[in-house]
T-cell receptor, first 112, second 118 residues
Framework: SQKIEQNSEALNIQEGKTATLTCNYTNYSPAYLQWYRQDPGRGPVFLLL?????KEKRKERLKVTFDTTLKQSLFHITASQPADSATYLC???????????FGSGTQLTVLP | SQTIHQWPATLVQPVGSPLSLECTVEGTSNPNLYWYRQAAGRGLQLLFY??????ISSEVPQNLSASRPQDRQFILSSKKLLLSDSGFYLC?????????????????FGPGTRLTVL
């Protein structure tokens, strides 16, 4: 069956460190993968999209990598801040499907 | 710019009562619209999507239904709520090639409705 897994339900790191979140998928061949941020009681907000032919994409302190051989995307937040605390969701659209499928998310807490 | 509205923000309903949640989008025409449910600590479950007025696709069999009476209006309903219907309901619209670039789609979510069925 097709699955998306995010590395852990919760991740705690110290302020200033780099947070690394993992998204693994099986039985998909997505053309691109997306990352969203969700704050408590709010809807997810789109952050970044990376295509299958891109190894890495950056946006300010965010970096996303995409390894289609490993079927894995890594999401990095450098110089993390308490304001980065949120749940981060990865999402992809299976090639034949019309809709996005979301992972269950990783809750990141950056400790001051 | 595009905005998406949902109401109410919170709702507490008894088991067996009806439900109507509304979602409207501004600043775009003929959007694809989506209803998701998110249970506590869980991921997003796609419930329904619509590609146009009167066109509804259901992703999972359930106690809920959806309707799209107008281009930018999407309604989630139930005739009789169950305890298991409790959750955070999110409406979203799809943008083609806006934020992610040509040939991609990203979704923009509303603020959500927290539904508690007692």
């Amino acid at each position: 069956s097709q699955k998306i897994e995010q590395n852990s339900e919760a991740l705690n790191i110290q302020e200033g460190k780099t947070a690394t979140l993992t998204c693994n998928y099986t039985n998909y061949s997505p053309a691109y993968l997306q990352w969203y941020r969700q704050d408590p009681g709010r809807g997810p907000v789109f952050l970044l999209l990376i295509r299958e032919n891109e190894k890495e994409k950056r946006k300010e302190r965010l970096k996303v990598t995409f390894d289609t051989t490993l079927k894995q995307s890594l999401f990095h937040i450098t110089a993390s801040q308490p304001a980065d605390s949120a749940t981060y969701l990865c999402a992809l659209r299976p090639g034949s499907a019309r809709q996005l499928t979301f992972g269950s998310g990783t809750q990141l807490t950056v400790l001051p | 710019s595009q905005t998406i509205h949902q109401w109410p923000a919170t709702l507490v309903q008894p088991v067996g009562s009806p439900l109507s949640l509304e979602c409207t989008v501004e600043g775009t025409s003929n959007p694809n619209l989506y209803w998701y449910r998110q249970a506590a600590g869980r991921g997003l479950q796609l419930l329904f999507y619509s590609v146009g007025i009167g066109q509804i696709s259901s992703e999972v069999p359930q106690n809920l239904s959806a309707s799209r009476p107008q281009d930018r209006q999407f309604i989630l309903s139930s005739k009789k709520l169950l305890l298991s219907d409790s959750g955070f309901y999110l409406c979203a619209w799809r943008s083609l090639g806006l934020a992610g670039g040509v040939g991609t789609d990203t979704q923009y979510f509303g603020p959500g409705t927290r539904l508690t069925v007692l």
